[in-house]
């Protein structure tokens, strides 16, 4: 890996250091039947990942101590995040397809996280 690129993902290695949520692989429109039930947000996220088949990037020190409300119906995955989300004083910003990273509201992403 050459000096540009190891100065890209230096960032990125600094998310997943920090023990993060990461994952799989549907399109963010889809519609999902949501049938979360309230607990921990990092449970929610890690449940509708795998259900929905997209990829949740987190941070575990935003999601500590944090409780997600049970969400249900037929929702995308942007509804379903917004809603679990939504009381938390956080927002899930999407980077592709099928990949959202969550941070605080307010919170700016790092340029090399988007790319």
């Known amino acids: 890996m050459n000096e540009a690129h190891r100065a890209t993902y230096l960032p990125l290695r600094k998310w997943l250091a920090a023990g993060m949520l990461i994952m799989t692989n549907l399109s963010a429109s889809a519609q999902i039947v949501g049938d979360l039930p309230a ?8 449940q509708l990942q795998r259900e929905a088949g997209v990829n949740i990037i987190a941070p575990s020190e935003v999601l500590a101590g944090r409780n997600a409300p049970a969400v249900s119906g037929r929702v ?3 509804e379903a995040l917004a809603r679990v989300l939504e009381r938390n004083g956080l927002v899930a910003e999407q980077v592709s397809e099928n990949t959202f990273v969550i941070r605080e509201q307010g919170a700016r992403l790092s340029k ?3 790319q």
């Open 112 to 114: 090399d996280i988007r």
């Open 39 to 46: 607990q921990s947000l990092a449970a929610a996220l890690l």
């Open 76 to 78: 995308t995955v942007k």
